[in-house]
């Protein structure tokens, strides 16, 4: 009847109408991040600004994959001869599966698909690599930079090229079109939050006798 009072509005439907500042703000950073991604993206395809350089970005990316690492390490366990050094390449053999875990977790709870322009043309994938939250090469260069910069002794020239490879791979992975941007910053972020959880439950023959006793 005239004159009553309208109904109010369902709780869903005033939200709809009344976004929040947050939600506002979050959609205009993924537009951001979507945009600049793709921008950025220039080595995503062989017609793309920077085309030619995609073979060398993929020679990055191998060098940055889970796999060379984890047989790499494990091949220089089973060589060492010093039990100091058996120490360390356990803990990164450790490091480098926690990394493999953790990524693969993100990425099966949050699902964000790759950017479109991606050609799926990845070096030995997996189920969950079709997903692109975080970028896996960026976690793991984060945490064998830290790793090899803390445990390993180098010359000041050689932990500038260990920055730096950290720092190109995870540049890489936005060339190539493998993931946003945003995916790469958290990749970083987690792989430096990971090391800290390896050294915290850090592997000594005090600590876990049972794995040294098999080398």
């Known amino acids: 009847p005239a004159g ?10 005033c939200m709809k109408l009344n976004p929040s500042f947050v ?6 950073l993924l537009a951001i991040d979507l945009w600049a991604s793709k921008r950025l993206g220039v080595c995503a395809g062989e017609g793309s600004a ?17 796999i060379p690492w984890l047989l790499g390490t494990f091949y220089g366990l089973c060589q060492s001869d010093s039990s100091a050094a058996r120490e360390v390449l356990l803990n990164l053999l450790f490091a480098l599966v926690l990394d493999l875990l953790m990524v693969a977790a993100v990425k099966a709870l949050v699902r964000r ?10 070096f030995v994938t997996i189920s969950v690599d079709k997903y692109s939250f975080p970028s896996g090469h960026a976690t793991r260069a984060a945490l064998v930079c830290r790793f090899v910069l803390r445990h ?10 260990v920055v730096l ?4 791979v995870s540049i890489s992975r936005v060339m190539l079109g493998r993931h946003n941007m945003t995916d790469v910053l958290f990749g970083l972020l987690l792989g430096y939050a990971l090391y800290g959880v390896v ?13 040294f006793a098999l080398w």
Do not use: Y
């Not at 939600?23 to 205009?28: F, H, N, Q, R, V």
């Not at 920077?50 to 889970?66: C, D, F, N, Q, T």
């Not at 698909?113 to 990845?122: G, L, S």
């Open 165 to 168: 490879w950290a720092l190109i």
């Open 113 to 122: 698909p790759r950017p479109t322009h991606n050609k799926m043309d990845m």
């Open 50 to 66: 920077w085309g030619s350089a995609r073979p060398l970005m993929k020679v990055i990316e191998v060098s940055g994959h889970g």
């Open 4 to 13: 009553a009072a309208a109904a109010p509005l369902p709780e869903e439907d």
């Open 23 to 28: 939600g506002i703000a979050l959609s205009s």
């Open 152 to 161: 390993l002794v180098l010359a000041v020239p050689l932990r500038v090229l």
């Open 199 to 211: 050294e915290h439950c850090w592997l000594s023959p005090a600590t876990a006798p049972a794995l």
